[in-house]
């Protein structure tokens, strides 16, 4: 929601924030009520980041202040536009983090992964080997599987990424590293030659709610590589 303090105000912050590519749900000149508050609260109820009350070269009732508080309504006041803009960007880059940091643990990355000839360093789980990231990204606690004789065999999860001798937490398209991939206890070890062979390919299991995830917070870190193989793993695990 915009609230300025004449009507000029108003359609030069309109006109900023369409270049801006920002959606706007409601605006105001001088003061607001209640009901525009429930509108704001409506549209964050859509989107978090639409939120927000943007406040330009104008001053809000405390009690308004107060309210929105209680509603869990960001207001931000500014005397110049491109402050105020920074401000929400802000708002908006803090948020998303946020939101990345609550559903890290649920996001799967896609990642397709071969191994490195002359590099099983385990024979039998926890697994250790060298892989080349032939596309995706690989990230720490990772889900990865084969496919043996079309079946699918679960391997277990990557505990630790190791790039020239130093751990990391994920690795990228190109890249050579060596891996340790862990099962859960009480769960059959896997086996180089039963389960996988030098030239098996090792995939991430994702799902279909690691997909929204991906989709809803990590967005902006997706590019159409990753579509592409997103769409070649929804193909092998059968998601719709």
Do not use: W
Not at 223 to 231: A, K, Q, R, T
Request: aromatic share 6%; charged share 30%.
């Amino acid at each position: 929601m915009l609230v300025a303090s004449t009507l000029g105000s108003l359609e030069a912050l309109l006109s900023f924030l369409k270049k801006s590519e920002i959606p706007v749900a409601h605006v105001s000149i001088g003061q607001i009520k209640k009901k525009d508050l429930v509108i704001v609260q409506a549209a964050m109820d859509k989107n978090k980041e639409h939120g927000v009350v943007l406040v330009f070269d104008t001053v809000l009732d405390k009690e308004i202040k107060e309210l929105a508080s209680k509603m869990h309504l960001k207001i931000i006041e500014a005397k110049i536009i491109y402050h105020l803009f920074d401000q929400y960007e802000a708002f908006v880059r803090d948020l998303r983090q946020k939101e990345k940091d609550e559903h890290s643990n649920e996001a799967i990355f896609p990642v397709q992964l071969s191994i490195v000839p002359n590099c099983i360093f385990t024979k039998r789980s926890p697994l250790i080997l060298g892989v080349n990231i032939d596309a995706g990204t690989l990230k720490i606690g990772t889900p990865l599987c084969v496919f043996k004789d079309q079946e699918k065999v679960n391997l277990g999860n990557v505990t630790s990424i190791e790039n020239n001798k130093k751990n990391v937490v994920k690795a990228f398209k190109h890249q050579k590293v060596a891996i340790k991939i862990e099962l859960k206890e009480n769960v059959p070890a896997k086996m180089y030659g039963r389960h996988f062979s030098d030239d098996s390919i090792f995939y991430s299991v994702i799902t279909r709610k690691s997909l929204d995830v991906l989709k809803q917070c990590f967005r902006d870190e997706l590019d159409e590589e990753h579509v592409e193989l997103i769409s070649k793993l929804k193909n092998k695990f059968g998601i719709i």
